[in-house]
């Protein structure tokens, strides 16, 4: 059975933009390795929901299973399952992930522009252009 991997949609182009930077060392250590899963595990299955997922689990808003961030988050994975053509609940293979993600990224110019107001934005943007300067 391949390996399982929880994720909502927000966290779909949060870990693609990731630069080390989080919330504490447990998050970062965390995003690490679910990062490294999906890297290594092209077979793996992506369960994407609208939920707290493997992400989460070492986020400091995290509580009980529901995330601190309330609306905000929710709306941010509306917005990114929308920029991707998915919908908010759905699988997909790790490789067909990448795929997805390396197509729409190519179009981003902004993070701003899906995930809204969001700590991590002017550090995702670095990321992207990085990303887009093929470094």
Not at 77 to 85: G, M, R, T
Not at 90 to 100: E, H, P, V, W, Y
């Amino acid at each position: 059975m391949e390996e399982t991997i929880r994720l909502r949609p927000h966290h779909l182009l949060c870990h693609r933009l990731f630069s080390g930077q989080g919330y504490n060392e447990e998050f970062i250590c965390n995003m690490l390795a679910v990062i490294g899963k999906l890297e290594s595990t092209p077979s793996a299955i992506i369960e994407v929901s609208a939920g707290c997922d493997d992400i989460c689990r070492a986020c400091t808003h995290e509580a009980n299973g529901e995330c601190g961030f309330g609306q905000s988050v929710m709306n941010k994975d509306a917005s990114v399952a929308e920029f991707l053509h998915a919908p908010t609940t759905f699988q997909i293979s790790a490789r067909k992930l990448d795929a997805l993600l390396e197509h729409h990224i190519e179009r981003l110019d902004n993070v701003a522009s899906v995930c809204g107001e969001c700590e991590w934005s002017e550090a995702c943007n670095r990321q992207l252009g990085i990303l887009k300067s093929g470094h």
